[in-house]
T-cell receptor, first 110, second 112 residues
Framework: EDQVTQSPEALRLQEGESSSLNCSYT??????LFWYRQDPGKGPEFLFT???AGEEKEKERLKATLTKKESFLHITAPKPEDSATYLC???????????FGKGITLSVRP | KAGVTQTPRYLIKTRGQQVTLSCSPI?????VSWYQQTPGQGLQFLFE???????NKGNFPGRFSGRQFSNSRSEMNVSTLELGDSALYLC???????????FGPGTRLTVT
């Protein structure tokens, strides 16, 4: 059974203080690792998909990387508007079911 | 393009009742998946429909069911509601060629 563990559960940063969010996974045959952002009271918003170890993707202050066992979401010089819960999910096998981690709640103080 | 829409946004039901939630996917998306989100368990997969056929099902009791119509709109039904069914129910759609799922705002179900 696919498993996804995200750490830490919560992270508080000062504006401009860069950091990384971790997503560890156990799957039999990774077919994609997905990062989402979720704001309170809203559905998850798609950020990135990574497919193979060594792959990197960037969007504004966010950069996602992938190894064979984990993925990192690096946040460079965060702003208060980056405060949200960041979810990691994996897909394995032929179907499109996503297995999610519990999420990391990021709070950025001005 | 309009995003995924879900109705209603909020529902309050009593134990033992049943409920139907609706989801309209992004135009052109034929795959619709449903997830349950709770503080304790996080996001958990319920089922996926593609071209009116259920393709995959998660580990939920038979009280949870769904269907998809020819226009790709989907509904999920929960019968004999229990307190533990209180959750945010999320619908997601995707294009045929990718596995990136786009979520709606969810339906917040409260069972009293």
């Amino acid at each position: 059974e696919d498993q996804v563990t995200q750490s830490p559960e919560a992270l508080r940063l000062q504006e401009g203080e860069s950091s990384s969010l971790n997503c560890s996974y156990t799957v039999s045959g990774l077919r994609g690792l997905f990062w989402y952002r979720q704001d309170p009271g809203k559905g998850p918003e798609f950020l990135f998909t990574l497919y193979s170890a060594g792959e990197e993707k960037e969007k504004e202050r966010l950069k996602a990387t992938l190894t064979k066992k984990e993925s990192f979401l690096h946040i460079t010089a965060p702003k208060p508007e980056d405060s949200a819960t960041y979810l990691c999910a994996v897909r394995s096998g032929a179907n499109s079911k996503l297995t999610f981690g519990k999420g990391i709640t990021l709070s950025v103080r001005p | 393009k309009a995003g995924v829409t879900q109705t209603p946004r909020y529902l309050i039901k009593t134990r033992g009742q049943q409920v139907t939630l609706s989801c309209s996917p992004i135009s052109g998306h034929r795959s619709v998946s449903w997830y349950q989100q709770t503080p304790g368990q996080g996001l958990q997969f319920l089922f996926e429909y593609f071209s009116e056929t259920q393709r995959n099902k998660g580990n939920f009791p038979g009280r949870f069911s769904g269907r998809q119509f020819s226009n790709s709109r989907s509904e999920m039904n929960v019968s004999t509601l229990e307190l533990g069914d209180s959750a945010l129910y999320l619908c997601a759609s995707r294009q045929d060629s990718t596995y990136e799922q786009y979520f709606g705002p969810g339906t917040r179900l409260t069972v009293t």
